[in-house]
């Protein structure tokens, strides 16, 4: 299993970013997968979920402003971020909605006030 977070930056509050999660072995398409963040002396929250037939579902502190969305052709999950706010800034990664596989590096969201 390979999971690669890509599309993280520096960015000012009330801005935007899309993050992209390359995934690579294992069956994508029959996956619920979902996004993490963890902050610095924070543990590592769950925020957005998508299911293998694209329902979705959120953590109250991102709801309206975060969407999750998945291609499976390409093998792919993203995050749009929009309104972005301090506390948002953390890093972001991907994995399994449940039974999450090894961690990766990460990207790193910074929202400056």
């Known amino acids: 299993v390979q999971l690669q977070a890509s599309g993280g930056g520096l960015v000012q509050a009330g801005g935007s970013l899309r993050l992209s999660c390359a995934a690579s072995?294992?069956?994508?398409?029959?996956?619920?997968m979902a996004w993490y963040r963890q902050a610095p002396g924070n543990e590592r929250e769950k925020i957005a979920t998508?299911?293998?037939?694209?329902?979705?579902i959120y953590v109250d502190s991102v709801k309206g402003r975060f969407a999750i969305s998945r291609d499976n052709a390409k093998k792919t999950v993203y995050l749009q971020m929009n309104s972005l706010k301090p506390e948002d800034t953390a890093v972001y990664f991907c994995?399994?909605?449940?039974?999450?596989?090894?961690w990766g590096e990460g990207t790193q969201v910074t929202v400056s006030s």
């Open positions: 998508i299911t293998n037939g694209g329902n979705t």
């Open positions: 072995g294992f069956a994508f398409s029959s996956r619920a």
């Open positions: 994995n399994f909605a449940y039974g999450p596989q090894s």
